[in-house]
């Protein structure tokens, strides 16, 4: 599946180059209750695999697809970490693959490739 397009407002891509940031609403809406339960499942899994390091931080590691880069998090201190999930579950890859960001991106940054 071809990723999705959106269209950018031309206000937001003026507010972006002079102020370098804006705010792009919308553009996801159709997306997050795909990731919602994306991020349940990857949470279930760590849980599942959660051990408590001596200084109290919590770390895990999840096998992975040969080719691809384990899941991996860790939380310390009130911060929380993961890595690698759009590797991990199939709707987090879709979204890398398949969501509008990178032509979000590149019309607010006026790059023609990404």
Known sequence: MAAQTFTVPKQAI???REEGAT???GAFTSWVPRLIAAHDRLQARLE???KVA???AVFGKIDHAEGFPPLTFSASKGHFGIRNAVFADPDFHAWML???A??????????TRL
Do not use: L
């Not at 990178?102 to 790059?111: E, K, L, T, Y």
């Open 23 to 25: 705010v792009v609403r």
């Open 54 to 56: 001596p200084n109290g």
């Open 14 to 16: 003026e507010q972006y």
């Open 48 to 50: 599942a695999v959660a």
């Open 98 to 100: 398949q969501s509008p």
């Open 102 to 111: 990178a032509d979000i991106i590149g019309q607010v940054i006026g790059a």
